[in-house]
């Protein structure tokens, strides 16, 4: 049987921020206008400091304004709502994202609804989850978007297809699920509570995991030719004090039957920080009333 072709995230989220740049260098050169990304986080978890910081380092790369708020652990829950409000009335400032989690004391929710939906990048606001599910013009959340380019690039159309998602969060899950379904895809949303989860993986030409479970997925799972999005980010330890990320599919078992897979790392992560750029420049459009048609894609 002939191994599972690698999807390179790394090189699809290059090839969007390449297309991305040149459409934020039409914005400013046309219209005079700079897509402007707001990236708030509170306190100094090392994982997302990196993560934050590497958000702006491309959104610098690609053309874009980067505005960095990073605010102490003790940070008020009225003083991070405050701060969202002046981001919210600021032109400048197209898109805005609060890093999760927050510390403890802080309504997470509460802080989502205060972001202006149009200004939610991260589409996690109600108002863009319920254009999500209702077929309306919102905003999708970033790594389902990429996600379901990685899979359009590598399987193509997708109508008739019957996929699984694992897991049922409202940040992955829930909306992945959606996307497929609008993808014409048979839908199964599958979680913990899920009698015989091998079996229903088996029947899926498309498997999404984004359980939070290392290397639950294993080979036998997977349907032969299957097409696997591996979002799962765990790190594992390793002796002498070291460890190692795997995702939530055991890669290796996976590899020698499904048709297409993402790895971790180098799989849906880098496309998580280029769909963030591709709605930040799709929320500038919107807010500026100039064409968002590039936007539109996937």
Known sequence: MTRAIIIDGKAAAEELRQDIAQHVGEARDYHHIVPGLAVVLVGADPASQVYVRNKNKFAVEVGMRSFEHFL?????????LTLIEGLN???AVHGILVQLPLPRGIDTQLVIETIDPVKDVDGFHPYNVGR?????????????LGCLELLKRSVGDLTGKRAIVLGRSNIVGKPMAQLLVREN???TIAHSKTLDLPHECR???IVVAAIGQPEMVRGDWIKPGAAVIDVGINRVPLPGGKSRLVGDVKFDEAVEVAGFITPVPGGVGPMTISMLLRNTLLLCCRQSKIDEGFCERP
Request: proline letters at 13%; a negative charge; aromatic letters at 4%.
């Open 132 to 144: 999500l599910f209702t077929g309306g013009q919102g905003v999708t959340p970033c790594t389902p």
């Open 185 to 187: 895809c048979t839908v």
């Open 203 to 205: 029947r899926a030409d």
């Open 72 to 80: 102490p652990e003790d940070t008020s829950e009225s003083e991070l």
């Open 89 to 91: 009335d600021d032109p």
